[in-house]
């Protein structure tokens, strides 16, 4: 069964950096999407960045320029390089990846257990 490890959450301060690591294992055919969610206090889960298999990349528009997705496809694991934070980033954040497990089943989403990100002074 595949499953998703996430790290690298914590508290820090407005303008810090954090690094949040996503690692998938289990029986994995191929990867497809990969992307990251966060999910405020009494918001809904929304989409924060996207990393197609090709490379592509896509971010909401209040992270552009601050956040990074990037993988290492050795390593199956997605990141989520997250720089000049402000408190309104402060969320649970949920890794989320699209995996075929074998060449005869179709793809499905597997999600991350969510890591907590509290920007505050």
């Known amino acids: 069964q595949v499953q998703l490890v996430e790290s690298g959450g914590g508290l820090v301060q407005p303008g810090g950096s954090l690094r949040l690591s996503c690692a998938a294992s289990g029986r994995i055919f191929s990867i497809n999407a990969m992307g990251w969610y966060r999910q405020a206090p009494g918001k809904e889960r929304e989409l924060v960045a996207t990393?197609?298999?090709?490379?592509?990349?896509n971010y909401i528009e209040s992270v552009k320029g601050r956040f990074t997705i990037s993988r290492d496809n050795a390593k199956k694991t997605v990141y989520l390089q997250m720089n000049s934070l402000k408190p309104e980033d402060t969320a649970v954040y949920y890794c989320n990846v699209d995996v075929t497990i074998y060449p005869g089943l179709p793809m499905r989403s597997y999600w991350g257990q969510g890591t907590q990100v509290t920007v505050s002074s």
């Open positions: 990393l197609t298999s090709a490379g592509s990349t």
